[in-house]
């Protein structure tokens, strides 16, 4: 699938994801702007929403949804507020973290089911392995931030499975694929 998102679209959901995350802190409903109906901001896409902190780039806070059952637009609102409220390896956000903050989107294609892994391109490709009751999802640009090469790509995404290395090439696993529109604030 072939997906693309203007810089102006990038620039609508960056605002609104920083208004949901504005908004919880100070107590009110979001006040967003209103979207045109064709636009792709309004077609089903999954998508994370990563928070880091400036001037270090350190996260602070990552959620996403692989499945693409809402319109983007309301992918990135949900996200962005989970991502600094309900992330489980951080401390809620607080108010004197606001202006500090630096949010990140990723808006992902849809998945596809990868059979041979040496057709996977680091930098390109993001990866969910399933299997034996577990998961792991690592975003495209998670090897590059990291220096992986390949190999280190695909052991990676079995730990953060909770599975032995090498796992992506069992049977009782699942390897997918997807690229994703990754921008952030500046």
Not at 15 to 28: D, H, K, M, P, V
Not at 72 to 78: F, S
Not at 133 to 147: D, I
């Amino acid at each position: 699938m072939k997906f693309t998102l203007t810089k102006e679209e990038q620039n609508i959901l960056l605002s609104q994801a920083r208004e949901s995350i504005t908004a919880e802190l100070e107590g009110r409903k979001p006040s967003f702007k209103q979207v045109e109906d064709n636009s792709n901001l309004q077609k089903p896409c999954g998508a994370f929403v990563s928070l880091h902190m400036r001037p270090a780039h350190s996260l602070r806070g990552c959620i996403g949804r692989m499945i693409a059952n809402l319109p983007l637009i309301e992918t990135v609102r949900l996200m962005a507020r989970e991502a600094a409220f309900g992330d489980p390896r951080f401390p809620a956000l607080s108010m004197n973290e606001l202006d500090r903050l630096q949010i990140e989107i990723s808006a992902l294609s849809p998945m596809e089911i990868c059979t041979d892994p040496k057709t996977i391109e680091v930098g390109v490709h993001g990866l969910l392995l399933t299997g034996r009751g577990r998961s792991g999802v690592l975003l495209p640009q998670v090897p590059v931030e990291q220096g992986w090469d390949l190999k280190e790509y695909l052991d990676y995404i079995c730990v953060k499975a909770g599975l032995p290395q090498g796992s992506h090439n069992a049977p009782d696993t699942q390897l997918q694929t997807f690229t994703a529109i990754v921008f952030s604030e500046a």
